[in-house]
């Protein structure tokens, strides 16, 4: 989920620990600079259906979906005023909705500015073909197996949003039957 797509490509054998390392340190220091120069932006958690959510935000400049986590669990980002006043009119509906403590508007383009490096650091890595089957959040479907599919596919991961569904979904239709969550909250098994 989200930067655990990192993970995973590690673990698939996609990339060695030293890439994997390499890669995780750029992309935090790449997402902390775009959200400490950019707009101020928030996230908040809605508990609700994604088209009661979609409806929500309709209209309001910059919020979107960042996640997509659970049928009946989303999260918004964007600027932090759109994002409370989405966060409002929720509530007002009677929808749960918990402001989540973030640095920034991930996965949206507040912190595109974090796009330049993160890209020239997953072109200078030696990325390979997994081992096993990974699936992108992005995308809901398996990696690619050829190495140019495959750092096209990570490469977009910053700034779209994560179809957490979509990916589960794919994968059960896939055969998986096994989910495991490594983590310290146990958040996504929770969805």
Excluded: W
Excluded at 74 to 92: N, Y
Excluded at 149 to 156: A, C, E, F, R, V
């Amino acid at each position: 989920h989200s930067y655990g797509e990192y993970a995973a490509l590690h673990a698939a054998g996609a990339l060695s620990a030293a890439d994997f390392l390499k890669l995780s340190a750029v992309r935090g220091k790449c997402m902390a600079e775009a959200a400490a120069t950019s707009e101020k932006g928030a996230m908040a958690a809605i508990q609700a259906k994604r088209e009661v959510v979609a409806a929500a935000i309709a209209g309001i400049a910059g919020v979107k979906i960042a996640n997509h986590n659970a049928p009946e669990q989303a999260v918004i980002s964007g600027p932090a005023a759109g994002v409370e006043q989405a966060a409002k009119s929720l509530e007002a509906q009677g929808v749960r909705v918990t402001r989540l403590a973030v640095s920034g508007a991930f996965h949206t383009e507040l912190v595109a500015s974090a796009q330049t490096g993160l890209s020239a650091a997953i072109a200078a890595s030696a990325i390979s073909v997994p081992r096993y089957s990974v699936y992108s959040n992005t995308t809901g479907k398996a990696y690619p197996s050829d190495v140019a599919g495959i750092k096209s596919t990570l490469d977009g991961h910053l700034l779209n949003s994560v179809e957490f569904v979509a990916e589960i979904d794919a994968m059960h239709a896939a055969g998986v039957r096994v989910f495991v969550e490594l983590g310290p909250k146990g958040t996504c098994a929770n969805m």
